[in-house]
């Protein structure tokens, strides 16, 4: 069963990047779809981006299209989430989910393995 942890979160200003990192281990990290979700302040939780296996296909959320990338490093059991532009409305606690189903997996049910997330808050 794998374990997350993810880091690199923080306060930073509007327009300002940031990037947070998930780090995976008690698996066989490249068996692993994955996938970044947020919660906002008295709001549900929400997809945000996903990758495949290889990294080789990714998927986001339209709210931060253009803005965030997801990437893998499948040697160092790590999935990283890089924002840029960061406005306000993306502060929320930042969650990475492993999955070991297929495709691009967007809905958090599909995701059985859960870090304990990472505050981004974004100030104006």
């Known amino acids: 069963q794998v374990q997350l942890v993810e880091s690199g979160g923080g306060l930073v200003q509007a327009g300002d990047s940031l990037r947070l990192s998930c780090a995976a281990s008690?698996?066989?990290?490249?068996?692993?779809?994955m996938g970044w979700f947020r919660q906002a302040p008295g709001k549900e939780r929400e997809f945000i981006a996903t990758?495949?296996?290889?990294?080789?296909?990714?998927a986001y959320a339209e709210s931060v299209k253009g803005r965030f990338t997801i990437s893998r490093d499948n040697g160092k059991n790590t999935v990283y989430l890089q924002m840029n532009s960061l406005k306000p409305a993306d502060t929320a606690v930042y969650y990475c989910?492993?999955?070991?189903?297929?495709?691009?997996?967007?809905?958090?049910?599909?995701?059985?393995?859960w870090g304990q997330g990472t505050q981004v808050t974004v100030s104006s």
């Open positions: 989910a492993a999955s070991e189903g297929f495709g691009l997996l967007t809905s958090e049910r599909l995701y059985p393995y």
């Open positions: 990758s495949l296996r290889s990294g080789d296909n990714t």
């Open positions: 008690g698996g066989t990290f490249s068996m692993y779809a």
